[in-house]
Each structure stands twice: as C-alpha cells, then as structure tokens.
C-alpha cells in the first residue's frame, strides 16, 4: 500500500514538471541535493544543489517528453526512504530510452537521485539533433563523469 502511494505520488509531481512546474518539484529536494546523469552527452554530469538541478530539469521539460513510470520500488523509513522506478522517455519519434531511477530520501527530501539508462541513445539523439546538444545548463555546476 505504502508503495502504491509513494508511486501516485511520484506520478503526480512528474505530471507537474511536464507541465512545467519545475520550482514546484525542487522545493522537494535537500539544498545540497544531488542528481547524477551518466554518459558523455550535453546531459551528463553531476549536479549539486537546487539551481543546477533546476536548470537540467528545465532543459529537460523544454524538449517537451512523454515520460511514462512503469514500476516504483520504495524501501526504508522516512528518515532513510528510497525509490526505484523504472519508466520510459520519448521526445519526438526519434528519440526513446528506457531507465531506471533511484532516489534516496531524508524525511520526504530528495538528497540524492541517480538515473541508468542507454546513454549512446542520448548521444545518439544529440548527433541527430544538433540543435538541442546547443543548450547550456546555465548556472549548472556539473562534473561530466
């Protein structure tokens, strides 16, 4: 039941963000949170604090995804929760990826989200659309790695 919760409510705030309610959604996570992106891709890297993190999930709400959850995974007490979520993404009909998602959670506060997925997908989509990969993170303090 617990976990049936955590997922409406993980839908709600994605249906949100593509919405475009991106501060809505970083008021959810820790100061010094973290979100890392792997891959070698104008994407990746790690972003600390609500500012980079803010600029990465604007870009990302900008290209306009379908972003579907499939499946949310949650374990621990409030104090030490943590989500797993697998979910698809699509941008357009020329690019889609599947991933999986894991967040970590300190009382109700995103502090630490990392997501896996095919990341030559994304290059390769950037390749194909140059004009995206063209898109700073301004104000981002990332470490591609």
Do not use: C
Not at 13 to 29: E, K, S, T, Y
Not at 44 to 71: C, M, N, Q
Not at 92 to 119: C, I, P
């Amino acid at each position: 039941m617990f976990s049936w919760l955590v997922g409406q409510y993980l839908r709600f705030n994605i249906r949100r963000l593509l919405a475009g309610n991106v501060d809505g959604l970083l008021r959810q996570f820790n100061p010094n949170a973290e979100l890392i992106f792997p891959g070698r891709t104008s994407f990746s890297g790690t972003f600390r604090g609500r500012e980079a993190i803010g600029a990465w999930l604007r870009r990302f709400v900008s290209l306009k995804p379908e972003y579907i959850v499939r499946d949310v995974l949650v374990a621990g007490p409030p104090w030490n929760m943590r989500i797993a979520y697998r979910m698809t993404d699509r941008i357009g009909s020329h690019y889609s990826n599947e991933a999986m998602v894991y967040l970590k959670f300190r009382w109700f506060r995103s502090v630490h989200q990392r997501v896996f997925l095919d990341t030559e997908l994304v290059a390769e989509w950037e390749r194909a659309h140059p004009e995206e990969t063209g898109r700073e993170l301004s104000g981002s303090r990332a470490r591609v790695g």
